[in-house]
């Protein structure tokens, strides 16, 4: 699993978190072509190396030519441009889920509502341009996972359109609810809204480094300097799967999500169950539990990949009553598979092969031989023992 962890010790804005990935490797050439596809004018985009108060970075600007208006645009107008681009299907979908949260955030901060709101700077094409060209740089880095240590914002005020503001921003202080903030003896907006909505969208984790095998790293220059630490931020790119003495074995990191329940009826539980396997669940079982008052309750414990979580959390919040979900990473040691199909007198069954110390052991499809048995009119273990005989 292929992770970038933001070390954001002097804050980010969405110029550095683009710039910081070039760096790391992303191919300009590819990034500029996608994000070219935008189809807005009126821009460019320069991309050179700069040096921060004793470190080599990048920087990456949106040159805008001011001879040409760029609008105030509504969330509406801002998805229709990321949806026609030719950028990838994904790239398309995260984008717009980060406008929608800025467009949330900012209606909390000014009373309004998502399609009411106008981005200003937010929705002006160099937002646009570090929110899809962040989604880019990931897409063609292969990035499965985002990690971000906490974030510091500063301290003092930022002036915008809509005055003096205090640091945090409002919109940038409604979208880091919940998230880990940071100390610094650095002062002014050290994270704008736009990294903000990016971070909070992407990370499915704050805190440190978690433990990998470190590939690239990238540095990513903003535009001020600053007073006690360089104006940087620093994105590191590595693989999370660890490697194993077994032989014919492999590891990998999943996520188990858990919740009590006590107030939800089995039915319900069944049907959550399978709409959490129906979308990407690796596993998913639920427990008899004690709870408190004497209350007979479930345990319902969701095994997922990282990039599946915010899906499984939803599906949990919708079907069941519960407030909170508890989430855990884990790593498993698992035996390397391959399939191989076998020929049996009803049709052809897939099986499951693994290997441990020279010693293969084969196991049937249960989907293979559960249509089997249903169309042939047979016990699934006659289908189940026919293909055993085949393979052996």
């Given amino acids: 699993m292929k992770t970038a962890y933001f070390d954001c010790f002097n804050g980010a804005g969405g110029d550095m978190i683009v710039a910081s990935l070039l760096d790391a490797g992303a ?26 108060q004793g470190f080599a970075a990048t920087r990456f600007d949106v040159r805008l030519d001011e001879s040409t208006d760029q609008p105030h645009r509504h969330l509406k107008h801002v998805v229709e441009i990321i949806s026609q681009s030719a950028l990838p299907a994904s790239v398309k979908d995260q984008s717009i889920r980060v406008f929608e949260r800025l467009a949330k955030a900012e209606a909390a901060v000014h009373g309004s509502t998502i399609e009411q709101v106008h981005f200003h700077e937010v929705g002006a094409i160099d937002a646009i341009v570090d929110v899809t060209g962040t989604m880019l740089a990931l897409h063609l880095l292969g990035v499965d996972r985002v990690v971000s240590s906490a974030i510091p914002v500063g301290s003092g005020t930022v002036t915008c359109q809509h005055g003096v503001m205090p640091v945090p921003a409002p919109a940038t202080a409604e979208l880091l609810k919940g998230v880990p903030l940071a100390a610094t003896d650095e002062t002014g907006e050290l994270t704008t809204p736009t990294a903000a909505a990016l971070l909070t969208t992407l990370a499915e984790d704050f805190g440190p480094l978690p433990s990998m095998s470190l590939e690239s790293i990238g540095l990513g220059a903003g535009t001020r300097d600053g007073q006690r630490r360089p104006n940087v931020l620093r994105v590191m790119l590595g693989c999370e799967t660890c490697h194993t003495t077994i032989p014919g074995t492999e590891t990998d990191l999943i996520t188990v999500l858990e919740t009590n329940l006590d107030d939800t009826t089995p039915e319900i539980v069944g049907y959550c169950i399978e709409r959490l396997l129906d979308k990407g669940a690796l596993d998913v079982y639920a427990m008899p539990i004690q709870m408190k008052k004497s209350r007979p309750g479930l345990i319902l414990t969701v095994l997922c990949p990282a990039d599946r979580v915010s899906a499984m959390e939803r599906i949990v919040f919708s079907e069941t009553k519960t407030l909170g979900i508890r989430r855990m990473e884990a790593r498993r040691t698992k035996l390397m598979r391959r399939q ?53």
């Fill in 27 to 52: 191919e300009a050439s590819s990034f500029r072509e996608g994000l070219y596809s935008l189809g807005v004018t009126g821009y460019e985009i320069i991309i050179e190396k700069v040096c921060k």
């Fill in 340 to 392: 191989e199909t076998v020929s049996t007198p009803f049709g052809e069954i897939r099986m499951k092969i693994t290997a441990l110390d020279g010693t293969a052991h084969a196991s049937p499809e249960y989907e293979d031989c559960r249509s089997a048995a249903k169309q042939h009119h047979v016990p699934i273990s006659e289908v189940m023992t026919a293909a055993m005989r085949a393979w052996s």
